[in-house]
């Protein structure tokens, strides 16, 4: 084993931002070995010819039709030589169109939600009369199979890499189908199969059977701009190569400054929030949960005294009826590195698409949004990184207010919580998210003519889940006289009875903040968090009430577990 450090070049602009390699704690650990790896040096380790099959696929070394097959093995074709095997179907006589062959590998080990496999292999489809290539999956326990890679057509007389995710929760086989095609002149090989732990996007990309995957190294895979025509976004995402991106970020699939990734477009932004949406091709309907696999930077190399104002990434699903869900989401700085990201799309059954969507957070944002190297593959998945969870609830109060909903103790108060806009917000304070002008919530009550001095935000309903607890953060300011703003906290019991009727809502303040002992000249963020039963369904309820002052809320957000400490006053 051989560490190497290469420093980059002189002429590299950012050499001087890029510190030290360092290495520490190096340990080896049991991996996979090399089950189901073959060269076909010398036979097929391990893969079998089926039986149920109209013939086999053989062992070769060279075709001796010039019209079809590959003249060496893969090795050989990329460096010279002529030694080296490979694996091929024969469609010569007597064979018909039609007539297939499968080849099914050792049985593997569930892969486990978050552990998929990545199958690699080289392949030749040289000759008119090709047919067709896939890889099936099949669940040894279930006693099912499906296509997850198919390929069909000339593609020249040359080897070609291709590459797929590999997922399932039960154990399997991996088979391999070569087709016959019009006449005889359809040989197909492969070569140098391997498995590797992690996913990787489906190559060639049309090969994979739900569209989407995309490396972005030759065009967008039928991904495409919302047109800002449309109204529904401002900027766009371009692809670009790592060279072009004017930071120390290379592209992830190669790794270099040639490669190409998406990134967000900084030259139109107009004001805080710009935003760009990025969706895919419709997807079909699905009785199974899929996973979308990605790698993600969000980059922000200076950040003042101010706090964030990068901005953030999303992923949603959009149904039919353009009904938008949001599925993973991260805020700001996360690191100068690609990072792997994991969300689950859960089953349906409507045709849908994904959507990313970017937004800068404050004009003052500088940094880096971008994305690369889609996955698409089988099977529920763990969000990845685990912050990126969207929970119900959970509101920045970046567009709106994410479901929750005003209620006033009056019909005919005009008291409520509202956005804060850049022209109408509390003591021009700025959002907690990005330090922008506007995105978070608030009340003020300076006239005390108007009827009620309450004001109520009521949450939507979040189910009953396995953790007993979830934490509720979120931070406020206050303004005004202090001695007259209260903020409380009141989860709201939504329960059934044993005879099926809805019993009164039973109430419980879990929180609460007089502000009369706190300074309010200058309006400043405070964090808050308190724990909260999640053994049944329930509503959060943020009451504020004053005389002479108010509120001022942001980043209400969800987490398992209790609080990890307390540092405001509870009830």
């Known amino acids: 084993i051989v560490f190497e450090g290469v420093a980059k070049e002189s002429s590299d602009a950012y050499r001087r931002y890029r510190g030290f390699v360092a290495v520490d704690n190096v340990a080896l650990k049991t991996g996979m070995g090399c089950r189901g790896h073959c060269t076909f040096e010398g036979g097929f380790c391990g893969w079998t010819n089926d039986e149920d099959d109209d013939f086999d696929w053989f062992l070769g070394r060279g075709s001796h039709n010039p019209s079809t097959g590959p003249s060496t093995d893969r090795t050989s074709f990329m460096h010279g030589g002529m030694e080296g095997g490979y694996a091929y179907i024969d469609s010569s006589y007597p064979r018909r169109p039609g ?13 486990g939600p978050d552990s998929p496999l990545c199958l690699r292999f080289w392949t030749h489809m040289y000759g008119n009369g090709i047919g067709a290539l896939s890889i099936l999956l099949s669940d040894t326990a279930e006693a ?4 997850v890679w198919s390929l069909s057509g000339e593609a020249g007389n040359a080897w070609y890499q291709a590459e797929l995710p590999i997922s399932s929760p039960n154990p399997f086989m991996i088979i391999i189908s070569g087709k016959v095609g019009k006449n005889n002149l359809g040989d197909i090989a492969l070569d140098d199969l391997s498995f590797t732990q992690g996913s990787c996007p489906t190559a060639p ?39 072009a991106t004017r930071t120390s970020t290379y592209d992830h699939t190669l790794g270099s400054e040639k490669g190409f990734l998406m990134a967000l477009a900084r030259n139109n932004v107009q004001r805080p929030g710009s935003r760009a949406w990025f969706a895919s091709l419709e997807m079909k309907q699905t009785t199974m949960p899929r996973c979308m696999s990605f790698w993600f930077v969000l980059n ?29 989401r991260l805020y700001n700085h996360q690191g100068p590195e690609w990072r792997y990201a994991q969300a689950m799309i859960p089953e349906t059954t409507e045709h849908m698409q994904i959507v990313f969507e970017g937004t800068w957070g404050s004009s003052r944002a500088n940094g880096f949004i971008g994305f690369d190297d889609i996955t698409f593959f089988g099977g529920a998945c763990s969000t990845m990184p685990s ?11 970046e567009r709106d207010t994410c479901d929750w909903y005003n209620d006033t103790t009056q019909e005919k108060s005009s008291v409520s919580w509202r956005m804060a806009t850049v022209s109408r917000r509390p003591a021009n304070l700025p959002d907690k998210t990005f330090g922008a002008p506007e995105g978070y919530i608030y009340f003020d009550l300076f006239n005390q003519n108007v009827g009620s001095n309450l004001v109520r935000l009521i949450s939507p309903m979040i189910t009953a889940m396995e953790e007993q607890t979830l934490c509720f953060t979120f931070w406020f300011a206050v303004f005004g006289a202090g001695e007259s703003a209260e903020l409380r906290v009141i989860r709201q019991e939504n329960s059934s009875s044993d005879n099926g009727e809805a019993p009164p809502q039973e109430k419980a303040q879990v929180w609460v903040l007089d502000a009369k002992l706190m300074d309010t000249s200058r309006p400043t963020w405070f964090p808050a968090q308190v724990a909260v039963d999640s053994q049944t369904d329930f509503r959060l309820l943020l009451e504020g009430q004053a005389t002479n002052g108010g509120f001022a809320v942001d980043d209400l957000m969800f987490s398992p577990g209790s609080c990890s400490s307390e540092f405001t006053l509870q009830v």
């Not at 099912?144 to 296509?147: A, S």
């Not at 039928?222 to 371009?238: L, Q, S």
């Not at 912050?387 to 109060?397: D, E, L, M, N």
């Open 144 to 147: 099912k199979e499906w296509e």
């Open 300 to 328: 922000e190399p200076f950040i003042d005294n101010t706090g964030p104002s990068l901005g953030s990434l999303t992923v949603y699903t959009k149904n039919a009826k353009s009904v938008m869900t949001p599925i993973w």
């Open 99 to 111: 007539d297939f062959a499968r080849l099914s590998s050792m049985e593997f080990e569930a892969t």
């Open 205 to 243: 990309q049309i090969a994979a059977p739900i569209s989407g995957d995309c490396t972005f190294e030759v065009d967008e895979c039928g991904w495409a701009n919302v047109g800002v025509r449309d109204r529904v976004d401002d900027i766009d995402w371009d692809r670009v190569s790592g060279q």
């Open 387 to 397: 912050g990126a969870y969207v929970r119900v609830g959970q509101c920045r109060f």
